[in-house]
């Protein structure tokens, strides 16, 4: 299998979850096989000279301001560079896994997202990455499309709210802010790669949710986090978003379903509280008591 941006958060548990497959890890970082995304010629040499199974297309511009902010930057990657990615594909007869984001939608459903409900994203980068998946659906018969939710993981690499708050924690901070009226459904990085490693032996080709079962807002999971680490002295205010002004344009709600999964049979992915617990106390903590 050959992979794009596995220099990143998901990236970072590839090695474990495919530890007995042959791998091509490419990204723009460095550290690995160089590849930039937006260079069609280099895509298709890539895929052409590796000649892989599968390519699992996690390379993608996930900064969702700087999206907002340089909209050609958003475009060429998320959506030229998946359209490089699914023509060599298709050249060269791989099947294509292309992880997606549950920002595609609105925000404005009280339930959470169903892979049967239309798409309308909030701001530039949903709008990308979901023109990404509507090049993959029109040039590749042989792909999976696959919607995660908000991402958890990266150990070391975690610079996202889980790190965040479990250093502010540790570092005994007190109170602690967190946004109260946003909602998602978090997803384990090493539980969606271990989704997605069922779902390609599968042949089921098509759209899917993978998060981790619920869904909550910052706030759920900070209170999530401080419990974890047994630190009941500290508190944590729920805040507006108001509180947190960012350049690009949120939905209230990002949370979603695994419907797909379920009504054929897949085996569902655990409750978010159990992959938090895991990933705090067994990745972050060893790594944050070492600072
Ligand atoms: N993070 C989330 O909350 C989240 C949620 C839902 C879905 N997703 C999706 O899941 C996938 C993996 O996300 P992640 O969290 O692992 O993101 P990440 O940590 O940002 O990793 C993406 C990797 O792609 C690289 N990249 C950026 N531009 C590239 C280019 N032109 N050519 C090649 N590589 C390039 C990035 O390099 P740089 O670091 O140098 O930019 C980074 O190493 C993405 O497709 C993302 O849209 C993410």
Not at 8 to 35: A, C, H, N, R
């Amino acid at each position: 299998m050959l992979v794009t941006g596995a220099g990143g958060m998901v990236g970072s548990y590839l090695p474990e979850v495919f530890s007995d497959m042959e791998l091509t890890l490419t990204d723009i970082v460095g550290g690995f096989t160089p590849l930039d995304l937006r260079d069609p010629r280099a895509v298709m040499e890539i895929i052409r000279s590796v000649d892989p199974e599968a390519v699992l297309h996690l390379g993608a511009a996930t900064d969702v301001d700087r999206c907002q902010q340089e909209p050609e930057w958003a475009y060429q990657t998320n959506a030229v560079g998946t359209q490089n990615v699914a023509l060599a594909c298709l050249a060269q007869g791989a099947a294509l896994v292309y992880v997606s984001t549950a920002a595609v939608f609105p925000g404005d459903k009280p339930e959470p997202y169903i892979e049967f409900d239309d798409p309308r994203p909030a701001n530039l980068y949903g709008r990308s990455k979901w023109i990404g998946e509507q090049i993959v659906t029109s040039l590749l018969p042989r792909s999976y499309i696959v919607r995660a939710g908000w991402m958890i993981g990266g150990g070391s690499k975690d610079k996202k709210f889980v790190g965040k708050i479990t250093r502010l924690i540790l570092d005994g901070k007190n109170p602690i802010q967190a946004v109260n009226d946003k909602w998602g459904s978090p997803t384990y990085a090493k539980d969606l790669l271990k989704g997605i490693r069922a779902l390609l032996g599968t042949g089921y080709y098509g759209l899917y949710h993978m998060a981790n079962q619920g869904s909550c807002t910052r706030y759920d999971i900070a209170c999530a986090i401080r419990e974890i680490l047994g630190r009941k002295e500290i508190s944590v205010a729920p805040v507006s978003s108001d509180c947190f002004p960012l350049p690009a344009p949120r939905g209230r709600s990002e949370a979603i379903r695994n419907l797909k999964a379920e009504l054929l049979g897949l085996e569902p992915m655990r409750p978010w509280r159990e992959a938090l617990r895991e990933y705090v106390q067994a990745e972050l903590v060893p790594i944050l008591a070492g600072r």
